[in-house]
């Protein structure tokens, strides 16, 4: 297998304009959009290109966006190759764990399309009945915020808990609003370089979404889903998910789990990756690889056609292509 491994950013990389390059350069992309707006019954391309911003940052609409986005830019890269891109490994953060799965075979795009749309739903929903929040802390060590939260949860008889943990340095605690404001307090305290409220009432990745679980569960019983061409890099495990049920576990379970990008990332690394190539807006997820590890520090990134045509420029299509390694 190739050595290549697909990244896919999660909800917060939204922003108004995605995709719209892409869709006016590449076929392939623009049949993406055409499909998700027959799927979902609306223009769900004029959002990701026209907006209005509050409209797409809606976690009804941003999830599905998102995976719209990632899916279209990969597409557009595979046309421009004239074969498709040969992955060895995929992973997504948080939502984009949907887009990996397309990717790899796991989930068809219509069918992930509808699934994401209820995710979006549901948490939208969960946020109704658990009103709670997310926060991000800069340079603090991950277990002194990790016992932070535990201390903050014991004082407020409420929960925060570490939701993400993105790289070295930043860390993203969500949870009920009187765990969380009395956690952020005490990040501060401790010597926290920032602390940061996110401009999101969710909180994802805390037991708060435990009110939609059984729904969300359903849902993907419901939704087909087949072993992956590749193995996919789990957010609550980073291990690789090589099997339906892995991934059935792995969806339902990832609403209340911690989000384990770091450590996803290294285990790609030791098990010998060097290629990595994220799909979709923000270029959160090359900021992210910097932080991890300094050798990728131009890891490239696909949000435009111009993003195409710089990698090909810079790639033979045997390096995006190549057979050569071994999948480990």
Same mark, same amino acid.
Request: glycine share 8%; with cysteine; net charge negative.
């Given at each position: 297998?190739?050595?290549? $491994?697909? !990244? ?7 922003? $108004?304009?995605?995709? %719209? ?5 590449? *076929? ?15 223009? &769900? ?35 421009? /190759? +004239?074969?498709? /891109? ?5 992973? +997504? ?21 509808? /699934? $994401? ?8 929903? %969960? ?42 340095? *930043? ?8 765990? !969380? ?9 401790? +010597? ?29 019983? %419901? ?18 998910? &090589? ?9 339902? +379970?990832?609403? *209340? ?27 959160? !997820? ?21 993003? $195409?045509?710089? /990698?090909?420029?810079? *790639? ?13």
């Amino acid at each position: 297998m190739s050595d290549i $491994v697909l !990244l896919f950013p999660g909800q917060g990389s939204q922003e $108004v304009g995605m995709g %719209a390059d892409l869709a006016a350069h590449s *076929q392939a992309a623009r049949r993406i959009f055409e499909q998700a707006d027959d799927i979902l019954g609306f223009s &769900l391309s004029r959002l990701c290109f026209e907006g209005p911003e509050a409209e797409l940052t809606d976690t009804i609409n941003a999830q599905p966006a998102l995976l719209t986005t990632g899916i279209a830019a990969l597409a557009a890269l595979e046309e421009a /190759l +004239g074969r498709p /891109l040969a992955a060895g490994a995929a992973a +997504g953060h948080s939502l984009g764990e949907y887009s990996a799965l397309v990717a790899a075979g796991a989930l068809d795009f219509p069918h992930a399309l509808r /699934l $994401v749309r209820e995710r979006g739903r549901l948490m939208k929903f %969960a946020d109704e009945r658990a009103p709670g929040g997310m926060a991000a802390i800069i340079a603090l060590d991950t277990d002194v915020i990790a016992r932070i939260c535990a201390d903050a949860s014991a004082r407020t008889n409420a929960f925060v808990h570490i939701a993400n943990d993105n790289c070295p340095g *930043q860390v993203v605690i969500s949870g009920d609003e009187a765990a !969380l404001t009395e956690a952020m307090a005490a990040a501060e305290k401790a +010597g926290a370089r920032k602390v940061v409220r996110l401009a999101i009432t969710i909180a994802a990745h805390s037991p708060l979404m435990g009110v939609v679980q059984e729904e969300f569960a359903a849902a993907v019983r %419901a939704t087909p889903i087949h072993p992956p061409r590749f193995p996919v890099i789990a957010n609550s495990t980073a291990q690789p998910l &090589l099997s339906a049920e892995a991934i059935r576990e792995e969806l339902v +379970g990832q609403l *209340q789990n911690t989000v384990r990008w770091t450590e996803s990332m290294q285990y790609l690394i030791d098990q010998g990756f060097e290629q990595f190539v994220e799909f979709g807006p923000g270029r959160v !997820l090359a900021g992210l690889m910097k932080r991890i590890d300094r050798r990728f520090r131009r890891m490239p990134s696909i949000a435009t056609w111009e993003d $195409v045509k710089k /990698l090909l420029s810079h *790639q033979t299509p045997s390096n995006l292509s190549s057979n050569s390694f071994t999948q480990n």
